[in-house]
């Protein structure tokens, strides 16, 4: 109990500073300050992008 008490409150001293606070924003959300843009780079659906070709050699 004493430990998770210490962890609690060392927690709470971090978020005591504003730039720690708006670091955890934008890692959990889509936030971000004036003069920065946001990037989301999304993996291609694989069964939408999947192709699929029979071959034939006809011999």
């Known amino acids: 109990m004493h430990s998770q008490n210490i962890d609690l409150q060392n927690e709470l001293d971090s978020l005591k500073n504003p730039q720690n606070v708006i670091n955890i924003l934008k890692s959990q959300t889509n936030y971000v300050e004036q003069g920065e843009h946001l990037i989301i780079i999304t993996m291609p659906n694989s069964t939408s992008s ?3 070709s ?3 050699t006809g011999q």
């Open 50 to 52: 999947a192709t699929s």
């Open 54 to 56: 029979a071959t034939s």
